[in-house]
């Protein structure tokens, strides 16, 4: 499993940005999808998920009511609609996949990793 993420840039605070993960295969369908970060001098932290099959989604508390996560299975692409950006945003954002469910995900859990996507939010 291949997952290419892209769409990153730079945006002032208040703005909104949507980043997309492409999967090499039926990746989307059949995973859980989910999104970490990582900014500088931290640990990669979840953002995240959504589950196969009917959607579940969950959300770290602090991008609640501002982030969205969604996938396109036709299209093999998952989706984070990120609004009303704020610079703690700021870092590079990897698209993942796992076999899990979308509940109390960690690093540890992941079976695929893409690339990174460097958002930066200025004040």
């Known amino acids: 499993v291949q997952l290419q993420a892209s769409g990153g840039g730079l945006v002032q605070a208040g703005g909104s940005l949507r980043i997309s993960c492409v999967a090499s295969?039926?990746?989307?369908?059949?995973?859980?999808m989910a999104w970490f970060r990582q900014a500088p001098g931290k640990e990669r932290e979840f953002v995240s998920a959504?589950?196969?099959?009917?959607?579940?989604?969950i959300y770290t508390d602090s991008v609640k009511g501002r982030f969205t996560i969604s996938r396109d299975n036709a299209k093999n692409t998952v989706y984070l609609q990120m609004n009303n950006l704020k610079p703690e945003d700021t870092a590079v954002y990897y698209c993942?996949?796992?076999?899990?469910?979308?509940?109390?995900?960690?690093?540890?859990?992941?079976?695929?990793w893409g690339q990174g996507t460097q958002v930066t939010v200025s004040s």
């Open positions: 295969r039926r990746t989307v369908s059949s995973y859980t």
């Open positions: 959504i589950s196969w099959g009917v959607p579940t989604t």
């Open positions: 993942a996949a796992t076999t899990r469910g979308p509940a109390s995900l960690r690093r540890e859990l992941i079976d695929y």
